[in-house]
Nanobody
Framework: VQLQASGGGLVQAGGSLRLSCAASGRTFSSYAMGWFRQAPGKEREFVAWNGTSTFYTDSVKGRFTISGDNGKNTVYLQMNSLKPEDTAVYYC????????????????????WGKGTQVTVSS
């Protein structure tokens, strides 16, 4: 199984980016996907999940939208109103669709990870 993330880049504060993560290598009908990020010097944190329900970390609610295309085994993260504190390497991850919110937020049961894409927001 491979997850390939793309769409990162440099953007000014207030701008937008759309990340994509394409999965390949096996059938993903029973899996869900989402996004985490890691800023320099900080621990990895949960951002958004597109499973049986969608949920977000509080800091991105109202600004980020996660969506998926099951036919393409792809998940997207539309990021609007970006802030300098959104600067991080963004990673996509996949896990069983039955994972609980707590499990996903803690990164438990997520056995597949992409290599990450850099998002830099300038002030």
């Amino acid at each position: 199984v491979q997850l390939q993330a793309s769409g990162g880049g440099l953007v000014q504060a207030g701008g937008s980016l759309r990340l994509s993560c394409a999965a390949s290598g096996r059938t993903f009908s029973s899996y869900a996907m989402g996004w985490f990020r890691q800023a320099p010097g900080k621990e990895r944190e949960f951002v958004a999940w597109n499973g049986t329900s969608t949920f977000y970390t509080d800091s991105v609610k109202g600004r980020f939208t996660i969506s998926g295309d099951n036919g393409k085994n792809t998940v997207y993260l539309q990021m609007n109103s970006l802030k300098p504190e959104d600067t991080a390497v963004y990673y996509c991850a996949a896990g069983a669709s039955y994972l609980s919110v707590a499990q996903v937020v803690q990164g438990r049961g997520l056995y597949y990870w992409g290599k990450g894409t850099q998002v830099t927001v300038s002030s």
